[in-house]
C-alpha cells in the first residue's frame, strides 16, 4: 500500500521568507505526485504534478517541486512568500490502485 | 458554470439516522470519488467509481455506502452504523486528463 507523509504539520513565516515543505511517499512502482493548496473558505485545488519528465515542475502561483526518486521525495519550494499563501498544503500520490493518498497536510500561516 | 456541487454545505444527523450527500458534475467525468478530510488527518478515500453502475471501496467505506446510477452523481450515504461520522466530506471527479482530480467546495456533517 502507498503512504504519504508529511514533515511539518504547520509552519509560519514571515513574507518574502523562503520555503519548503518536505514530502515523502512510499510505493515501489510508478507513481503520479501532486501538490494541493485549500486556501481559507475555498476549494482544493491542484498547485502542481509530476508525471514523468523534468523532475522539476512548476504550478501557479510561483509554487515549484522537485521530484527526486531515490529519496522518494516530492518538496514543495517557493523563493518568496506572500501573506496570501496562508492555506493548508497536501501532498498526494497516486499509486497502482485508483484514488489519491494524501498526507496528513501543513498549516502555513504567513505573517506580514 | 462548469464544476462539481456538493450539497448541502452543513448537515447534522442524530443519532441512529443515515444522512445523505450530493455530489453532482457536469465536467463528463468518467470518475468520481468520495474522501472525508478530519483535522490533522488530511483525507482519505472512502469510495470510487471508475463508471456508472460500479463503484469499490476506499480506505475507510465502513459505515458508508454510494450508488453510482447517472453518469453525473455520486451520492454518498452515511449511515447509523458510522460511529464517527463528523468529519468535512469532499467529492472529486477525475476525466482522461492523467489522474488529475477536481474537488467540489465540500459538505460539513455533524451530530446532533
Known amino acids: 500500500a502507498q503512504s504519504v507523509s508529511q514533515h511539518n504539520h504547520h509552519v509560519i513565516l514571515s513574507e518574502a521568507a523562503s520555503l519548503e515543505l518536505g514530502c515523502n511517499y512510499s510505493?515501489?512502482?510508478?507513481?503520479?505526485l501532486f501538490w494541493y493548496v485549500q486556501y481559507p473558505g475555498q476549494h482544493l485545488q491542484l498547485l502542481l504534478k509530476?508525471?514523468?519528465?523534468?523532475?522539476l515542475v512548476k504550478g501557479i502561483k510561483g509554487f515549484e517541486a522537485e521530484f527526486i526518486k531515490s529519496k522518494f521525495s516530492f518538496n514543495l519550494r517557493k523563493p518568496s512568500v506572500q501573506w496570501s499563501d496562508t492555506a493548508e498544503y497536501f501532498c498526494?500520490?497516486?499509486?497502482?490502485?485508483?484514488?489519491?493518498?494524501f498526507g496528513k497536510g501543513t498549516h502555513l500561516i504567513i505573517q506580514p | 458554470d462548469g464544476g462539481i456541487t456538493q450539497s448541502p454545505k452543513y448537515l447534522f444527523r442524530k443519532e441512529g439516522q443515515n444522512v445523505t450527500l450530493s455530489c453532482e458534475q457536469n465536467?463528463?467525468?468518467?470518475?468520481m470519488y468520495w474522501y472525508r478530510q478530519d483535522p490533522g488527518q488530511g483525507l482519505r478515500l472512502i469510495y470510487y467509481?471508475?463508471?456508472?453502475?460500479?463503484?469499490q471501496k476506499g480506505d475507510i467505506a465502513e459505515g458508508y455506502s454510494v450508488s453510482r446510477e447517472k453518469k453525473e452523481s455520486f451520492p454518498l450515504t452515511v449511515t447509523s452504523a458510522q460511529k464517527n461520522p463528523t468529519a468535512f466530506y469532499l467529492c472529486?471527479?477525475?476525466?482522461?486528463?492523467?489522474?488529475?482530480?477536481?474537488f467540489g467546495a465540500g459538505t460539513r456533517l455533524s451530530v446532533l
Open positions: 465536467l463528463n467525468h468518467d470518475a
Open positions: 467509481s471508475q463508471i456508472v453502475n460500479d463503484f
Open positions: 509530476y508525471f514523468s519528465g523534468d523532475p
Open positions: 498526494a500520490v497516486k499509486g497502482g490502485a485508483d484514488g489519491l493518498t
Open positions: 510505493y515501489g512502482g510508478t507513481v503520479n
Open positions: 472529486a471527479s477525475r476525466g482522461d486528463n492523467k489522474n488529475i482530480q477536481y
